[in-house]
């Protein structure tokens, strides 16, 4: 699935594994697609903790004609099952599919991987991602706690809730 695709809007992408020289330009998407999270103090992301990040795992990038990137998703491999994470659509894009597309390439790429599932987390404090996942075939199947790279404002209580599909 990594190559030309369109948008729902029709505009043409192109889809990549990010490159460590992308970094500059992935903090400040991701950041403004995480913008909504106002319960945990600073930004999602910085380049000592997006460098950690890709040495785990992979970055999948969506850019326009003009090189502009429009989302990106985080993918890991975890034996055989996948984990992807970090799903940030620029805000300006949301709303188009865009999100649902970066989420069926990761898919694929773990396909091709070999793996036979794929897990994920959200935030306990984002009420509308469980939903949103559930409509991609994803079930909870258990609760974490949260280990914020950033503090959480006070009096903030959160946990991840874990979501898989079979592949």
């Known amino acids: 699935m990594i190559g030309k695709q369109r948008k729902a809007t029709g505009t043409e992408i192109r889809l990549r594994m990010a490159k460590a020289a992308d970094r500059a330009r992935l903090i400040p998407l991701i950041n403004s ?3 909504v999270e106002t319960f945990i103090e600073g930004p999602r992301t910085d380049d000592k903790r997006l460098a950690a990040v890709m040495k785990k795992g992979s970055i999948l990038v969506a850019e326009d004609k003009g090189a502009r990137l429009a989302a990106a998703v985080y993918v890991e ?8 994470g970090m799903l940030a659509v620029d805000p300006k894009l949301q709303g188009n599919g865009l999100g649902r597309k970066m989420t069926l390439a990761a898919e694929e790429w773990f396909r091709r991987q070999g793996c036979k599932g794929v897990e994920l987390t959200v935030l306990s404090l984002r009420k509308e991602l469980p939903l949103y996942y559930r409509k991609l075939g994803y079930t909870e199947t258990g609760r974490q706690e949260f280990h914020p790279d950033q503090p959480l404002r006070a009096g903030v209580k959160c946990h991840c809730i874990v979501m898989s599909k079979r592949l």
């Open 33 to 35: 697609a995480f913008s």
């Open 77 to 84: 491999l975890r034996g055989a099952r996948g984990y992807l």
